[in-house]
């Protein structure tokens, strides 16, 4: 869709599997683009002298190439789009006019009319994927996208309501005290963040992410909004969650509306109860909208049941971030190995031999199935299978990476074969 605007755009859908994608710049520009691209089946090749974290997370595990130095001539040879993102307005230039050169349809961050593409605002929903462009008005294009969505989901189109910030009562100094909604994004396809909590994100005016939670939202948000990395919030002399903790508050106190978007659910490892508290004890408002847990939700997407009827009348979550023989363990491992049910572990990869070796040690059959599901409910999720006498080794030698959730309990091998 798109409207009026004195340089009329043409409306067009790239087929980018396969095909070469480049792109200058590792901020947060392209943060919020590559998961997209990726989805897309692009061939991604990322030229920058750093990343966030969560761009960098993306080529350690392999899902683009990243040369680490600046833009340099000759770049986009071969390429079918580029995006060109970076803080040098010179190097945006030259690639853009590289870009015009080789025809190679590029868009840029710093100087929309400078490019040959623009980025509509997206959406998708029930398969339908919405795009819209309002010419310089990304904030009626976001509205406008958000109204379509809406509509596909409830079947009525209607056209919406436009949302006008309210606030708080204030800080008591004159100042409007914004709001911060803990939201649960769900274990990492986009669709399966709950209706509430989509919401809540579009109207959103600073967005604090996890780099585990659905990075695919984030490229549905307008550019107004403000995205900042959780990972990358300095802390100095605070611990990382204090930071994050005084981060929601100084957004709220600001006036503005904050997610902050997790992933799965706040409340299950995600020490979303220690940021509530910390907004409650300096009067901020906050919502929790619940998510989708990967405990579950994982394992069902792999065709894992973690309760079958005459196989498991329990399931249990663990996390396995501190070793069994490590003095900060919480979890009564000897206990834990007389259950019969299904053990589902977060947070074990890097332990998950050590807390094989003393399940088995306390009683649990070294032959019990083990399935371990990475990157669950993406369009990058694997699983492998093992017992508890091999999954250390076999862990290893398929180089799992976090984030992957094990199951543990004769559960997986009911599996339909439902799994991607």
Wanted: glycine fraction near 12%; hydrophobic fraction near 40%; charged fraction near 25%.
């Amino acid at each position: 869709m798109a409207e009026h605007n004195e340089a009329v755009a043409y409306p067009v859908g790239l087929r980018l599997s396969g095909r070469r994608v480049v792109v200058l710049g590792g901020g947060q520009v392209a943060q919020r683009r590559l998961p997209a691209l990726l989805a897309a089946g692009a061939d991604v090749l990322l030229v920058s002298p750093s990343a966030t974290p969560s761009v960098e997370a993306m080529a350690d595990t392999g899902e683009l190439r990243w040369e680490r130095r600046r833009y340099r001539d000759g770049d986009l040879d071969g390429a079918w789009y580029a995006l060109i993102s970076t803080d040098d307005p010179e190097a945006n230039r030259a690639a853009s006019a590289e870009a015009e050169a080789r025809r190679v349809w590029a868009v840029r961050s710093d100087d929309a009319d400078a490019a040959s593409a623009w980025t509509p605002a997206t959406g998708r929903s029930e398969g339908v994927t919405v795009a819209v462009l309002t010419g310089r008005d990304p904030r009626r294009s976001a509205a406008v996208r958000d109204a379509i969505i809406e509509g596909l989901r409830d079947g009525s189109l209607t056209a919406p309501h436009f949302r006008t910030r309210t606030t708080g009562p204030g800080d008591g100094h004159g100042t409007p005290t914004g709001h911060v909604a803990l939201v649960g994004g769900g274990p990492g396809d986009p669709d399966l963040i709950t209706v509430r909590g989509r919401r809540l994100l579009a109207q959103a005016d600073v967005v604090i992410a996890d780099r585990l939670g659905p990075r695919d939202l984030l490229d549905e948000l307008p550019p107004h909004v403000e995205v900042i990395d959780a990972a990358k919030i300095p802390y100095g002399r605070f611990m990382a969650q204090e930071a994050i903790n005084n981060a929601l508050i100084e957004h709220a106190r600001a006036g503005k509306t904050v997610v902050r978007l997790k992933g799965g659910d706040p409340f299950v490892f995600g020490r979303g109860m220690e940021e509530a508290q910390a907004l409650a004890e300096h009067g901020i408002p906050c919502t929790v909208v619940p998510g989708i847990s990967s405990t579950i939700s994982v394992p069902g997407a792999a065709g894992i049941p973690v309760t079958h009827r005459g196989v498991a009348h329990e399931f249990t979550v663990i996390s396995g971030h501190v070793a069994p023989d490590d003095p900060r363990s919480l979890v009564d491992w000897e206990a834990v190995a007389r259950l019969r049910g299904t053990l589902v572990l977060l947070m074990s990869v890097e332990n998950i031999g050590a807390i094989a070796e003393v399940l088995v040690r306390h009683g649990r059959p070294a032959a019990t199935p083990v399935a371990v599901v990475q990157e669950g409910t993406t369009s990058a999720q694997r699983r492998v299978d093992a017992t508890l006498a091999t999954v250390g080794e076999r862990v290893a030698a398929e180089g799992i990476r976090p984030p992957a959730v094990i199951v543990i309990g004769d559960v997986v091998t009911i599996g339909t074969g439902t799994g991607r």
